[in-house]
């Protein structure tokens, strides 16, 4: 569809990702990686505007999730 953007790069280390979904009895989507790696990267993304309004720090840490 024209809303998926296409990865150039997974934010996410793919292998362990399926491994940990594989040993609970699951497997993944076709689309679930792609999903998962975009939800990583609005978290990422919100962290770093956190601490820029802040503007106190340069390191992002936990309590910035």
């Given at each position: 569809t024209a809303t998926?953007?296409?990865?150039?790069?997974?934010?996410?280390?793919?292998?362990?990702?399926?491994?940990q979904v594989k040993?609970?009895?699951?497997?993944?989507?076709?689309?679930?990686?792609?999903?998962?790696?975009?939800?990583?990267?609005?978290?990422?993304?919100?962290?770093?505007?956190?601490?820029?309004?802040?503007?106190?720090?340069?390191?992002?840490?936990?309590?910035?999730?």
């Amino acid at each position: 569809t024209a809303t998926r953007r296409i990865m150039a790069e997974s934010l996410v280390v793919v292998s362990k990702v399926k491994k940990q979904v594989k040993d609970a009895g699951f497997r993944t989507g076709a689309d679930f990686i792609d999903g998962l790696s975009m939800r990583v990267e609005r978290i990422v993304a919100a962290a770093i505007e956190k601490v820029k309004a802040d503007g106190a720090k340069k390191t992002l840490g936990a309590e910035d999730l």
